[in-house]
């Protein structure tokens, strides 16, 4: 399955207290299929993975780990986001009064009419209000 992946599902595979069934299942789409993601993605993972490290969240070997299973998923970077960034994605962003950066997922979502996964609840609800697919775990079922 391919789909619109977001940080907070990545960065959930991270952490035992984040998973979920819906991670899970976003964990095994995308190692079955690809996840298409906007080209900011893997800068905010380093900016999650760096404030955990500041926080004492993550140790080095565990970003390591983290960082190594990210490498080896079959993710694609979308090249229009940064064209698309002062137009649609700042519409959305607007409209849906979401940051920047989480508008470019929506805008991702949108363009290629691929499922969005995230666990950000403002974004799924943009999402729905837009009317794009929010991937569930049942998609995997």
């Not at 490290?53 to 140790?59: P, Q, S, V």
């Not at 959305?92 to 969005?116: C, G, M, Q, V």
């Not at 794009?132 to 995997?140: G, L, Q």
Request: aromatic share 6%.
């Amino acid at each position: 399955m391919r789909l619109i992946l977001d940080t907070s599902i990545a960065i959930s595979w991270c952490f035992s207290d984040e998973t979920s069934a819906l991670s899970q299942a976003a964990l095994t789409a995308v190692s079955g299929g690809s996840a298409l993601v906007p080209s900011h993605f893997r800068l905010e993972l380093a900016n999650v993975i760096a404030t955990c490290e500041r926080t004492k969240r993550l140790i080095g070997s565990q970003a390591e780990h983290y960082i190594r299973l990210i490498d080896e998923l079959p993710f694609e970077v979308d090249e229009a986001t940064d064209r698309n960034a002062l137009r649609s994605t700042l519409t959305l962003a607007r409209k849906h009064r979401l940051t920047s950066y989480d508008a470019a997922y929506l805008e991702l979502a949108i363009r290629t009419r691929l499922p969005l996964a995230t666990t950000d609840k403002a974004l799924a609800k943009a999402a729905v209000a837009a009317g794009t697919m929010v991937f569930s775990a049942a998609d995997i079922g």
